[in-house]
């Protein structure tokens, strides 16, 4: 519940006297306030700073640091405050989020600190309101790369029980890590280089012998080259398949870009040495060749630059597209003018529209070659508008679009962001909504059990356990259960057992119960006792899985399946008496229950149950339903099982 | 807003063209701003503690802790219904309380402004907590005459009813049928209908609710919330 309505939760509970004559079932009793204290202003020196509030504000937060009873180790005696010796400019922020119900993030902040701060106070930082959110995420995530890089830097010293195959692919992706990686490093780096050179080479004419003309480096000196390339090849082989073996994942290593363009670079060599030297393939053999340019891509494995480069425009893809399409837009309206304008004139260079795409773009990008120009009067009027909205078209927006590309990336990501907290926000919200039904499931189970075990004669250990819901809360869970009072229809006459209460139940049950009325296709139950067992047979199978270490001894229950095991069950065996078992819904009954086995003079030993503190009482929305209590049962032949979804 | 938007643009087009109505525009102006007043944050100062401890049971210093806790949740010192449903539906986590929100939001705006003042607050809290029982059951009789014509009819109770089972959602055992909010209903008249004649007046409703153990037993519940 949040911290502003739990001040009109008074206005809540006197308005439900709205339901009183509706309700045909007497209501349960409120809970009273053990002591009642006058709300009272407490001091809070932070280094030297006092801040002072009410007392109610800061219990809001049961589970904080100044809403619980931990702030009692900071009391300071003589001066009559409580003393911290923490910061008091990020103190500010906690004490308004009392105040408010908000958590704000100032901006000049140090992250760490704050988290610290936050750290110290009990306050988690996932509720931090939405107007601080995205800016609270952003400096984290910073300071995490950070210290990230920072770990990098650090990560020289060799892990033990590496195994050789690690240690290799270690090598491969740190170079400086150890001398092997950087002599294999630098060598494959040369001879990438080599090789890019051998093939720029390879084309210029050198030398000529008298009786022929120029003719390139390659066809002369082939016998050279062709070992070159070979050695180059070999080096880059044995690369690939060394990273092969090293990788981790060699499917995604096979799948990765790089491994690709190495694959790419020397595919043309083997293809090469299979293929013979005939006519007909020979000139796809010459375009295969053209890959080879390709290895200079291998230059990225050690250029950081490069992959950043090749990172910004896969994001910025989209929109480069888009400037293309404009562009081809622009070029194929002006293509279509000029043609027809130019169709009239002798000679025309624009012999057809694709013919007049050159045109056009060299002048868009006013490039201006000059090997087509219109010779029309009309031609040279759309020429000189085409190259003058060829300046605006392409000039002018193209800082814009920078800049508009920077801002439409950034606000995606803001937007992406904005829903994934949206998500998260809509989960806490359901979180802490389930977590409020729950603590009051959990808390009615306890209330119900404290009648039993007061039936049971137990001892008061053993119920104080049960009392650690704070007033605030046993008074919402006494207005929920007056709500479901108020919908209980009544008997006439009234008969015993007690009639169904209408109940809150999570929603696990609710969808069993659903599931199970489709299967039985039944109206009305009837509330015996036999049936009313049969109906909790019905537990989530999922959890069932989870938990059936606990039951080894439910009982069977007619009707339902007998697959599904009795989850939320209390059993109370007798040493005389074959094992009864009595449903989660019909705890109601068990006051009667108990009593009519008291009647009968069965023993009822008490086992020693312990019920941890529900997680819905804590604004932390861990998201996991209540824990399933530990149970520790006395020896004999007496055992109270207690399990709770 | 939008017309404001409309009416600005009209006096920029006007200044492009010069000498052309410009005193309608300026008028115009005139009226967008005091629309733009009026939207701006209502303000609401109860009267003074004296007057509401003399008009309310409460104590100073209860009427004190209550004032406090409400302008901390509405700090322009009055609550919409918007924000009383918010509100009111925070401690119903399962259900929809937005109905009976509704309704309950017309049972304590006793001048029927839209708005629910403090001092609407405080006198309706003085009469559930601190009224005699003729005086709560006339609150309640007050909530569920919708119309405020003297008589509960059924489709007025029906209203209710379907509002308050709705605040329970339907995660709930045994499962809620259908005709239930009804079958409530016809309980509901067959005990406190005397005459039969399809109404429940207040008097009927008094009588009926005196006689009843359970529910007297029940108004005197939330003597101590404050």
């Given at each position: 519940?949040?911290?502003?309505?739990?001040?009109?939760?008074?206005?809540?509970?006197?308005?439900?006297?709205?339901?009183?004559?509706?309700?045909?079932?007497?209501?349960?009793?409120?809970?009273?306030?053990?002591?009642?204290?006058?709300?009272?202003?407490?001091?809070?020196?932070?280094?030297?700073?006092?801040?002072?509030?009410?007392?109610?504000?800061?219990?809001?937060?049961p589970d904080?640091?100044?809403?619980s009873?931990?702030?009692e180790?900071?009391?300071?005696?003589?001066?009559?405050?409580?003393?911290?010796?923490?910061?008091?400019?990020?103190?500010?922020?906690?004490?308004?989020?009392?105040?408010?119900?908000?958590?704000?993030?100032?901006?000049?902040?140090?992250?760490?600190?704050y988290?610290?701060?936050?750290?110290?106070?009990?306050?988690?930082?996932?509720?931090?309101?939405?107007?601080?959110?995205?800016?609270?995420?952003?400096?984290?995530r910073?300071?995490?790369?950070?210290?990230?890089?920072?770990?990098?830097?650090?990560?020289?010293?060799?892990?033990?029980n590496?195994?050789?195959r690690?240690?290799?692919?270690r090598?491969?992706?740190?170079?400086?890590?150890?001398?092997?990686?950087?002599?294999?490093?630098?060598?494959?780096?040369?001879?990438?280089?080599?090789?890019?050179?051998t093939?720029?080479?390879?084309?210029?004419?050198?030398?000529?012998?008298?009786?022929?003309?120029?003719?390139?480096?390659?066809?002369r000196?082939?016998?050279?080259f062709?070992?070159?390339?070979?050695?180059?090849?070999?080096?880059?082989?044995?690369?690939?398949?060394?990273?092969?073996?090293?990788a981790?994942?060699?499917?995604?290593?096979?799948?990765?870009?790089?491994?690709?363009?190495?694959?790419?670079?020397?595919?043309?060599?083997y293809i090469?040495?299979?293929?013979?030297?005939?006519e007909?393939?020979?000139?796809?053999?010459?375009?295969?060749?053209?890959?080879?340019?390709?290895?200079i891509f291998k230059?990225?494995?050690?250029?950081?630059g490069?992959?950043?480069?090749?990172?910004?425009?896969?994001?910025?893809?989209?929109?480069?597209?888009?400037?293309?399409?404009?562009?081809?837009?622009?070029?194929?309206?002006f293509?279509?003018?000029?043609?027809?304008a130019?169709?009239?004139?002798?000679?025309?260079?624009?012999?057809?529209?694709?013919?007049?795409?050159?045109y056009?773009?060299?002048?868009?990008?006013?490039?201006?070659?000059?090997?087509?120009?219109?010779?029309?009067?009309?031609?040279k009027?759309f020429?000189s508008i085409?190259?003058?909205?060829?300046?605006?078209v392409?000039?002018?927006?193209?800082?814009?679009?920078?800049?508009?590309?920077?801002?439409?990336?950034?606000?995606?990501?803001?937007?992406d962001?904005?829903?994934?907290?949206?998500?998260?926000?809509?989960?806490?919200?359901?979180?802490?909504?389930?977590?409020?039904?729950?603590?009051f499931?959990?808390?009615?189970?306890?209330?119900?059990?404290?009648?039993?075990?007061?039936?049971?004669?137990?001892?008061?250990?053993?119920?104080?356990?049960?009392?650690?819901?704070?007033?605030?809360?046993?008074?919402?869970?006494?207005?929920?259960?007056?709500?479901?009072?108020?919908?209980?229809?009544?008997?006439?006459?009234?008969?015993?057992?007690?009639?169904?209460n209408?109940?809150?139940?999570?929603?696990?049950?609710?969808?069993?119960n659903c599931?199970?009325?489709?299967?039985?296709?039944?109206?009305s139950?009837?509330?015996?006792?036999s049936?009313?067992?049969?109906l909790?047979?019905?537990?989530?199978?999922?959890?069932?899985?989870?938990?059936?270490?606990?039951?080894?001894?439910?009982?069977?229950?007619?009707g339902?399946?007998?697959g599904?095991?009795?989850?939320?069950?209390?059993?109370?065996?007798?040493?005389?008496?074959?094992?009864?078992?009595?449903?989660?819904?019909?705890?109601?009954?068990?006051?009667?229950?108990?009593?009519?086995?008291?009647?009968?003079?069965?023993?009822?030993?008490?086992?020693?149950?312990?019920?941890?503190?529900?997680?819905?009482?804590?604004?932390?929305?861990?998201?996991h339903?209540?824990?399933?209590?530990?149970?520790q049962?006395?020896?004999?032949?007496?055992v109270?099982?207690?399990?709770?979804? | 807003?939008?017309?404001?938007?409309?009416?600005?643009?009209?006096?920029?087009?006007?200044?492009?063209?010069?000498?052309?109505?410009?005193?309608?525009?300026?008028?115009?102006?005139?009226?967008?701003?005091?629309?733009?007043?009026?939207l701006?944050?209502?303000?609401?100062?109860?009267?003074?503690?004296?007057?509401?401890?003399?008009?309310?049971?409460?104590?100073?210093?209860?009427?004190?802790?209550?004032?406090?806790?409400?302008?901390?949740?509405?700090?322009?010192?009055?609550?919409?219904?918007?924000?009383?449903?918010?509100?009111?539906?925070?401690?119903?986590?399962?259900?929809?309380?937005?109905?009976?929100?509704?309704?309950?939001?017309?049972?304590?705006?006793?001048?029927?402004?839209?708005?629910?003042?403090?001092e609407?607050?405080?006198?309706?809290l003085?009469?559930?907590?601190?009224?005699?029982?003729?005086?709560?059951?006339?609150?309640a009789?007050?909530?569920?005459?919708?119309?405020?014509?003297?008589?509960?009819?059924?489709?007025?109770?029906?209203?209710?009813?379907?509002?308050?089972?709705?605040?329970?959602?339907?995660?709930?055992?045994?499962?809620?049928k259908?005709?239930?909010?009804?079958q409530?209903?016809?309980?509901?008249?067959?005990?406190?209908?005397k005459?039969?004649?399809?109404?429940?007046?207040?008097?009927?409703f008094?009588?009926?609710?005196?006689?009843?153990?359970?529910?007297?037993?029940?108004?005197?519940?939330?003597?101590?919330?404050?």
């Amino acid at each position: 519940m949040a911290a502003g309505v739990a001040a009109w939760l008074p206005f809540a509970r006197a308005a439900a006297i709205g339901w009183m004559p509706v309700a045909n079932l007497p209501m349960p009793v409120a809970p009273t306030e053990k002591n009642k204290r006058q709300d009272e202003l407490i001091v809070l020196n932070v280094s030297g700073r006092r801040f002072q509030t009410w007392r109610n504000t800061l219990d809001r937060y049961p589970d904080t640091l100044l809403g619980s009873s931990e702030k009692e180790f900071f009391y300071d005696e003589e001066t009559k405050e409580y003393f911290f010796d923490r910061d008091p400019d990020v103190f500010r922020s906690i004490l308004n989020f009392y105040r408010t119900g908000k958590l704000h993030y100032p901006r000049y902040e140090c992250i760490s600190s704050y988290d610290e701060e936050l750290a110290f106070f009990g306050i988690i930082p996932e509720i931090i309101g939405d107007c601080c959110y995205e800016e609270y995420k952003d400096r984290k995530r910073e300071n995490a790369e950070r210290l990230m890089d920072d770990q990098e830097d650090n990560k020289d010293s060799k892990l033990p029980n590496m195994t050789f195959r690690e240690t290799m692919w270690r090598a491969f992706e740190n170079p400086h890590t150890s001398t092997m990686a950087l002599v294999f490093y630098y060598v494959t780096g040369f001879f990438i280089a080599v090789s890019v050179i051998t093939n720029v080479v390879e084309t210029v004419p050198c030398g000529s012998s008298p009786n022929q003309k120029d003719v390139p480096c390659g066809e002369r000196y082939t016998v050279a080259f062709f070992c070159m390339d070979t050695a180059c090849v070999m080096i880059f082989t044995v690369e690939y398949l060394l990273r092969l073996f090293a990788a981790p994942s060699r499917y995604r290593f096979m799948r990765s870009v790089m491994s690709i363009i190495d694959v790419v670079a020397i595919l043309p060599y083997y293809i090469g040495l299979v293929m013979t030297n005939n006519e007909d393939v020979s000139g796809a053999f010459v375009t295969l060749r053209v890959f080879r340019v390709f290895r200079i891509f291998k230059f990225s494995r050690h250029s950081q630059g490069l992959r950043i480069l090749g990172y910004t425009l896969k994001s910025c893809a989209s929109e480069l597209g888009f400037l293309l399409f404009s562009l081809t837009m622009a070029i194929i309206i002006f293509a279509t003018v000029m043609f027809y304008a130019e169709k009239g004139s002798t000679s025309s260079k624009f012999t057809s529209i694709p013919a007049s795409f050159w045109y056009t773009i060299v002048t868009m990008t006013t490039l201006g070659y000059g090997d087509m120009v219109p010779k029309t009067i009309a031609g040279k009027i759309f020429g000189s508008i085409c190259s003058l909205s060829g300046v605006l078209v392409i000039a002018l927006p193209v800082p814009v679009i920078v800049s508009n590309f920077s801002r439409i990336y950034h606000q995606n990501q803001r937007a992406d962001k904005r829903r994934a907290q949206k998500k998260a926000r809509l989960a806490r919200i359901r979180i802490s909504k389930t977590g409020t039904s729950n603590a009051f499931l959990h808390s009615k189970r306890n209330g119900l059990l404290n009648e039993a075990l007061d039936l049971t004669g137990s001892t008061e250990d053993e119920r104080h356990h049960n009392k650690t819901t704070s007033l605030l809360e046993s008074q919402h869970h006494h207005l929920l259960h007056c709500l479901e009072k108020t919908t209980t229809p009544s008997q006439h006459p009234p008969s015993f057992p007690l009639p169904q209460n209408h109940e809150f139940v999570d929603e696990h049950l609710y969808e069993q119960n659903c599931l199970e009325g489709a299967l039985q296709n039944y109206t009305s139950r009837s509330p015996s006792l036999s049936s009313s067992g049969g109906l909790t047979g019905t537990c989530c199978s999922r959890r069932s899985r989870r938990k059936s270490a606990h039951l080894p001894n439910s009982a069977m229950s007619p009707g339902p399946p007998h697959g599904l095991q009795e989850l939320s069950a209390v059993h109370i065996h007798r040493s005389d008496r074959p094992p009864l078992s009595t449903s989660r819904s019909s705890l109601n009954l068990m006051p009667d229950e108990a009593m009519r086995l008291n009647c009968k003079s069965g023993q009822i030993t008490t086992a020693i149950i312990s019920i941890p503190t529900p997680p819905g009482t804590t604004p932390e929305g861990d998201g996991h339903g209540p824990p399933s209590p530990s149970v520790q049962t006395t020896a004999g032949s007496s055992v109270v099982k207690v399990s709770a979804l | 807003h939008d017309s404001s938007n409309k009416r600005g643009l009209k006096a920029q087009l006007r200044k492009l063209i010069p000498c052309s109505g410009g005193r309608r525009a300026s008028a115009r102006t005139q009226n967008s701003v005091e629309d733009e007043l009026e939207l701006s944050a209502v303000r609401h100062r109860p009267e003074g503690l004296e007057q509401l401890e003399a008009q309310t049971r409460f104590t100073r210093k209860e009427l004190q802790v209550l004032y406090r806790g409400f302008k901390n949740e509405c700090p322009s010192g009055v609550v919409n219904e918007d924000t009383f449903k918010d509100i009111y539906s925070q401690f119903f986590p399962q259900g929809d309380a937005s109905t009976y929100a509704h309704f309950l939001f017309n049972a304590f705006d006793t001048d029927h402004n839209g708005s629910v003042s403090f001092e609407d607050f405080v006198m309706g809290l003085s009469i559930l907590l601190r009224g005699s029982v003729q005086e709560k059951l006339n609150w309640a009789f007050n909530l569920y005459d919708i119309n405020k014509d003297g008589y509960i009819t059924k489709e007025e109770m029906l209203d209710i009813m379907k509002a308050i089972y709705d605040m329970m959602g339907k995660c709930t055992y045994p499962i809620l049928k259908e005709e239930a909010p009804r079958q409530h209903v016809e309980i509901f008249f067959q005990k406190m209908d005397k005459n039969k004649d399809g109404v429940v007046t207040i008097d009927e409703f008094i009588d009926c609710c005196q006689n009843d153990e359970n529910i007297m037993r029940s108004m005197q519940l939330f003597e101590n919330v404050i």
